[in-house]
């Protein structure tokens, strides 16, 4: 009762404030640089936001990638994936590092404990995160479904709606929504573990991007390697370990030996992250100062 009361108390400090509401814009704005329509003849590719402006009503009540719930279930795959690691720092980084430079965060461990005060501050961030990034999508769910058809309305047989949206459209959408909460949520583990021995709240935002950049860059290099090699089933492995892999654990049309390295690959970055939060925490001297 404890733990849940503190982490009520941490969670209203990630989510009641500028931090928050402006994680879930910028995820909003990312959400409409999602490819929506690629153009085979003129080899062009249009951003949810081009189509808006640039291209004629009829021809996108025409086009079935249009559909509102079909650009709701590929709202994650923009220019999110790249900046995603900034953004969802926000919600916690304001309050976590305010508090630690002001010094309050002695009077919070004295009154808490500092291992509750430790889980509490990484569940928060934990769920600041995932909850920025789904609201986020929601918002940009609401908007498309304004500006474009619903897929009802191209009449669309059995097969080809299989084809265009991985479940029922109703499903579809609690399952993006769920794949953003636990995107966001996950990305937020390599800012939370670098706040474990940094203050500076610039560092604690930029490092992640860099290290999400280069670990995408290193994982894509071997995956090719792999596939000049003919080894697919160690480049399936590679692919599953992409930062952005853990969207697709509840979008997937059904489980395969790839979901299930990608979750058992984030339960371990998970572990890792907390677990190295609360062993450098607790050995600082300065309590976190």
């Not at 004629?56 to 590929?74: K, P, Q, T």
């Not at 600041?128 to 309305?153: E, K, Q, R, Y």
């Not at 950049?213 to 089933?233: C, D, M, P, S």
Request: a positive charge; charged letters at 15%.
């Amino acid at each position: 009762m404890k733990f849940i009361n503190t982490l009520r108390c941490d969670l209203n400090k990630a989510i009641l404030n500028l931090g928050f509401v402006g994680a879930a814009v910028m995820t909003v704005i990312l959400c409409f640089t999602t490819i929506a329509y690629e153009n085979t003849t003129t080899d062009k590719a249009y951003s949810v936001v081009e189509s808006m402006f640039t291209l004629d009503r009829s021809f996108i009540e025409s086009e079935r990638s249009f559909a509102s719930v079909r650009l709701l279930s590929i709202g994650m795959s923009g220019y999110i994936s790249m900046f995603l690691p900034i953004i969802v720092a926000f919600p916690f980084m304001v309050g976590f590092c305010s508090e630690r430079n002001s010094g309050c965060i002695r009077l919070a461990i004295a009154r808490t404990g500092q291992l509750r005060y430790s889980l509490s501050k990484f569940t928060a961030s934990f769920l600041s995160g995932g909850f920025a990034t789904m609201l986020g999508l929601i918002i940009f769910g609401i908007i498309i479904t304004l500006v474009f058809p619903g897929i009802d309305s191209y009449k669309l047989p059995e097969e080809e709606l299989k084809y265009l949206i991985p479940f029922s459209p109703a499903k579809t959408i609690m399952m993006s929504v769920l794949s953003a909460f636990v995107y966001g949520a996950f990305t937020t583990l390599p800012a939370f573990f670098l706040s474990s021995f940094c203050r500076d709240p610039y560092i604690i935002v930029c490092i992640p991007f860099l290290l999400v950049y280069v670990w995408r860059t290193l994982i894509e290099k071997l995956a090719n390697i792999a596939i000049e090699h003919q080894n697919f089933g160690l480049a399936d492995t590679y692919y599953s370990l992409y930062p952005e892999a853990v969207n697709n654990l509840f979008t997937a049309h059904e489980w395969n030996d790839s979901l299930s390295k990608t979750l058992i690959f984030n339960l371990g970055l998970l572990v890792f992250s907390a677990g190295g939060f609360l062993i450098i925490f607790r050995l600082r001297q300065d309590k976190g100062r």
